[in-house]
């Protein structure tokens, strides 16, 4: 199978308890889904069924190229804070790959949207954290353009996810629309997540894409489209270079 988008920069494991599969299921998932690389990002500590923080600390362990040829990056999917900040510290972040961040019940629903405006911004000039998960969360309402701009300006990529209005967070999707269409007004860097709490659903991208094409939002911004792309965008974010997965994509690139 092929995939449009062979990265998939969003999903989950049963480290989180609402999630089915292992990590060598979503492995061994990964290549017959049509990718090539995926990020492992489950839940940060402030949700009660999530891993503690010696889960992403130790996630070294995890190797760089799995069985198929199957790239992993080191990540979380952190939660924000009524105060601003995310729960993943700076010491704990300097471990992983990637970092997410986005609304999730450790708050309830509110709709303030200065205030939702606000704490996301804090979160995207914190440094800490790469991308906003699904921004269009029907519950958290924002500026959007505020937050999209705030994003260009800092280097923080929007997420396009693939499980809201699908699985989760009903009536996203005219939300996430508005938010690609400013992403291609704005040039602001996308992110796509298939949001897998399963196996299967990892690299679907089927939500995402009626998103892309109802907004009219071009591949250019959308960093899933290549490995190396989503590396070159965590260099630029401050990550460290991975020399390994580097050497196997330019190499499987060649050939």
């Known amino acids: 199978m092929t995939n449009r988008f062979p990265v998939d920069l969003h999903t989950h494991t049963i480290a989180s308890d609402h999630a089915y599969s292992t990590l060598e299921e979503c492995i061994a998932r990964a290549g017959k889904n049509g990718l090539v690389m995926f990020a492992c990002t489950d839940h940060g500590t402030a949700i009660k069924d999530s891993p503690y923080r010696g889960h992403f600390t130790n996630m070294g362990v995890i190797p760089r190229i799995c069985d198929g040829g199957v ?54 000039k914190s440094g800490l954290v790469d991308i906003i998960s699904h921004p269009g969360i029907a519950r958290y ?19 396009i996810n693939s499980s809201s209005s699908v699985n989760t967070r009903m009536g996203s999707h005219e939300n996430c629309v508005k938010i690609a269409s400013l992403c291609r007004d704005i040039g602001a860097t996308v992110s796509l997540g298939s949001d897998a709490h399963i196996s299967y659903f990892m690299g679907n991208f089927e939500e995402s894409e009626r998103v892309i094409e109802e907004s009219g939002l071009s591949d250019d911004q959308i960093i899933n489209t290549s490995p190396l792309k989503v590396l070159d965008f965590l260099e630029e974010r401050g990550h ?16």
């Not at 390994?244 to 499987?252: D, N, Q």
């Open 71 to 124: 790239a992993v990056l080191r990540g979380i999917e952190a939660n924000i804070l009524g105060d601003g900040s995310i729960d993943a510290d700076a010491s704990t972040v300097s471990k992983l790959d990637i970092v997410l961040a986005g609304f999730h019940p450790n708050l309830p629903p509110c709709d303030d949207r200065k205030l939702n405006t606000g704490l996301l911004k804090k979160v995207i």
């Open 240 to 255: 460290k270079r991975i020399d390994e997965l580097r050497e196997f994509f330019s190499k499987a690139r060649q050939n």
């Open 141 to 159: 309402p924002s500026d959007y353009e505020a937050v999209v701009r705030c994003a260009k300006e800092y280097g923080v990529a929007i997420e």
